[in-house]
């Protein structure tokens, strides 16, 4: 039997089974659409993002294969009005990629599969019974399947969130947005996406790459009507509002490689767990696609949970421990749901009021590299700490739940590593050279099982910290601090003859 189910091979489940597999849990991952999904939808891997396929060892070529960072030149009436650059954090290690959403979920499917995992496709999960052991999980078609977890990852309809009955409280923000990909003979500069604001909505157009260097997103929102539009048809509204609210009309569109039509809504699951049945990703959370948060948030959710479920399916951990993952996450997401919708309202400009602060006092304070760094830091999510959650702590910083810098450390033996190498289904014990951590890698290793604890020397980290497979700070390495941490977190110790065998 498999432990876990994931339903949703998006990047979110394939993410959540990476992270699951590399710490040896037997996971199977199920998606009811016949083969993976071609179009590029996302084209933003935040900072947080590549951290956690780096973790993962899912990150690949994707560096190579990535676009240079690119910003956004925002038009209102004719006039530029700012370019917003990318102005990432030098102490940081990691920037975001411009690549696509396609190219990630192939790339994480190639790590899942190098740990002995294939996605099931044409596989729908369509009811689910959970009782005290396990879950009965029956998949269209008539097969069932038995396992002690059903993670749904099977993205904003979710039908695991349906069967765990989990409300998903919210409202829409945008009726109608077009979307299109294109191939286009267009004479634009394409090292900037660009942005136009009318009175009757925005246009927006970013290069996107391919092997032709000729492929463009088309994206604007435009007054909901019941008609259904045929990708054609798209395609040629599309070309209008760029004439009409941009003033372009030298885009000779040759095909389209996708289009799409779609609402934006704002929503979070009411919890993301009930028993046995727990939700991650869009799942869990839907909001605009402004500010390429989506994904990002779903990887995030993905790493968080799958240490916990792994140590509660070796039986290191009480499933409360579960309870942390949603403690942690779901405060996380309500706030990107708030932003995105509060940064969406401004662009749309909505009356003559909005439409003055966006284009006189907003966008062009963009053109501050103050502010273009902050709102560079705040797309990253690398600032996202979990201190103030349930397994949260106080006193001098680091504090629990902080996110800890990727570094450079040595090893026991003396060799050079970086700290994030050394995590994943591994935990750290980041320690300055004279700092004695054996009693709290003792504990560590009874609690956490042998061999999961790396210890790295640092001479910039004072005394020791006990490092959680996401980056995060668990607690400072000394025992009455460890013994805090691990009660919270439901950690039991195992009998000595497993703690041997781990
Ligand atoms: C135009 C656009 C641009 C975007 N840009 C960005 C961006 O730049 N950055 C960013 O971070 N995010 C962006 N997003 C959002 C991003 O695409 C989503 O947040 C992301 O796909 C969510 O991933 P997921 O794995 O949670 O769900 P999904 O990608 O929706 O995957 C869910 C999977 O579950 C499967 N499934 C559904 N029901 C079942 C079932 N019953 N049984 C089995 N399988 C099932 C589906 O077939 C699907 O493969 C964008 C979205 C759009 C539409």
Redesign the pocket.
Same mark, same amino acid.
């Given at each position: 039997m498999s432990t876990v189910l994931v *339903?949703?091979?998006?990047?979110?489940?394939?993410t959540l089974a990476c992270g699951l597999a590399v710490a040896g849990v037997a996971v199977r991952v199920?998606?009811? *659409?016949t083969e993976p999904?071609q179009a590029s939808?996302?084209?933003?891997?935040?900072a947080r993002?590549v951290e956690v396929l780096d973790r993962v060892g899912a990150l690949g070529d994707l560096r190579e294969r990535a676009l240079e960072p690119m910003g956004m030149r925002m038009h209102a009436g004719g006039r530029e009005l700012a370019t917003m650059r990318f102005l990432p954090d030098q102490d940081e290690a990691t920037q975001a990629l411009f690549v696509s959403?396609a190219a990630i979920e192939a790339r994480l499917r190639e790590r899942l599969a190098e740990l002995g995992v294939d996605v099931e496709w044409g596989?729908?999960?369509?009811d689910a019974q959970q009782d005290t052991d396990g879950v009965t999980v029956r998949l269209a078609g008539g097969a069932t399947a038995r396992v002690g977890w059903l993670v749904g990852?099977?993205?904003?309809?979710?039908?695991?969130r349906e069967l765990a009955e989990i409300p998903f409280p919210g409202v829409p923000v945008v009726e109608r947005f077009l979307?299109a990909d294109v191939h286009a003979d267009w004479d634009r500069d394409r090292s900037t996406s660009a942005g136009w604001f009318h009175r009757d909505g925005m246009v927006l157009a970013m290069p996107m790459r391919d092997a032709a260097g000729n492929l463009w997103r088309l994206?604007a929102n435009v007054s909901p009507s019941g008609a259904h539009l045929t990708p054609d048809e798209i395609v040629a509204r599309l070309a209008e509002v760029l004439a009409e609210r941009a003033g372009e009309t030298g885009i000779g569109i040759r095909d389209a490689v996708w289009t799409?039509v779609?609402s934006i809504q704002r929503r979070v699951a009411a919890d993301y767990r009930r028993g046995r049945l727990l939700l991650?990703?869009? *799942?869990a959370h839907?909001h605009s696609?402004i500010g390429?948060?989506?994904?990002?948030?779903?990887i995030g959710d993905a790493e968080n949970l799958a240490w916990k479920l792994a140590l509660v399916v070796s039986g290191r951990a009480d499933p409360g421990l579960l309870d942390t993952y949603a403690g942690e996450r779901r405060p996380l997401a309500t706030g990107v749901v708030r932003r995105t919708t509060t940064n969406t309202r401004l662009l749309l400009g909505e009356g003559v009021a909005g439409r003055f602060l966006r284009d006189r006092v907003l966008v062009p304070l963009l053109r501050r590299p103050t502010v273009q760094r902050r709102a560079t830091r705040e797309a990253s999510q690398l600032w996202v700490s979990y201190r103030r959650g349930p397994l949260g702590g106080s006193g001098r910083l680091p504090r629990a739940g902080d996110r800890l810098r990727d570094r450079l450390c040595t090893r026991a033996d003396g060799t050079a590593t970086r700290l994030y190498r050394e995590l994943g289904p591994g935990w750290a014990l980041l320690a300055h050279p004279d700092t004695d951590v054996r009693g709290g890698l003792d504990l560590a290793h009874r609690h956490l099982g042998g061999g999961r604890v790396a210890v790295l020397r640092d001479p910039g980290t004072s005394g020791g910290l006990l490092v959680r497979p996401d980056g995060h700070l668990a607690a400072r390495a000394d025992i009455p601090a460890l013994r805090r941490w691990f009660g919270a977190a439901g950690l039991t110790v195992l009998q000595a003859a497993d703690t041997r065998r781990s």
């Open positions: *339903a949703g091979a998006g990047p979110t489940g394939l199920v998606d009811r *659409a999904a939808r996302a084209n933003i891997l935040h993002g959403q596989t729908t999960v369509v990852c099977d993205g904003a309809h979710s039908r695991v979307l994206m799409s779609f991650a990703g869009d *799942a839907v696609p390429g948060q989506g994904m990002n948030t779903g």
